[in-house]
Nanobody
Framework: VQLVESGGGSVQSGGSLRLSCSYS????????MGWFRQAPGKGREGVAY???????SYADSVKGRFGISEDAAKNTVYLQMNSLKPEDTAIYYC????????????????????WGQGIQVTVST
């Protein structure tokens, strides 16, 4: 599965951005898709996840501010980011977990075997 992120850029604190992740056609009947990020000097962390049945989950750091959704007809997953903070500055990656289910989307990170190239999001004060 090929993944391509778009929609990144620079925004002021309190602003919004919407990231898109376009994915290639696939035949997996169950899967998870996730958004991850990596800030300078830090490890990669999970931000938001969505299972093929539409159930979403979020990291505590973004809960209430970010929303993940999927438009399967367009082969696209979105990450709507509101009330952005400087600490949200990072490279954001989307990833695909074949045969993943709701129960494991946020925990079985090793299951994400397809990754996009990443896109920069910068939030300034």
């Amino acid at each position: 599965v090929q993944l391509v992120e778009s929609g990144g850029g620079s925004v002021q604190s309190g602003g919004s951005l919407r990231l898109s992740c376009s994915y290639s056609n696939h035949t997996y009947y169950a899967y998870c898709m996730g958004w991850f990020r990596q800030a300078p000097g830090k490890g990669r962390e999970g931000v938001a996840y969505i299972a093929s049945d539409g159930v979403a989950s979020y990291a505590d750091s973004v809960k209430g501010r970010f929303g993940i959704s999927e438009d399967a007809a367009k082969n696209t997953v979105y990450l709507q980011m509101n009330s952005l903070k400087p600490e949200d500055t990072a490279i954001y990656y989307c990833a695909f977990y074949p045969y993943g289910t709701e129960r494991y989307c946020a925990t079985a990170i090793y299951g994400y075997t397809f990754w996009g190239q990443g896109i920069q999001v910068t939030v300034s004060t």
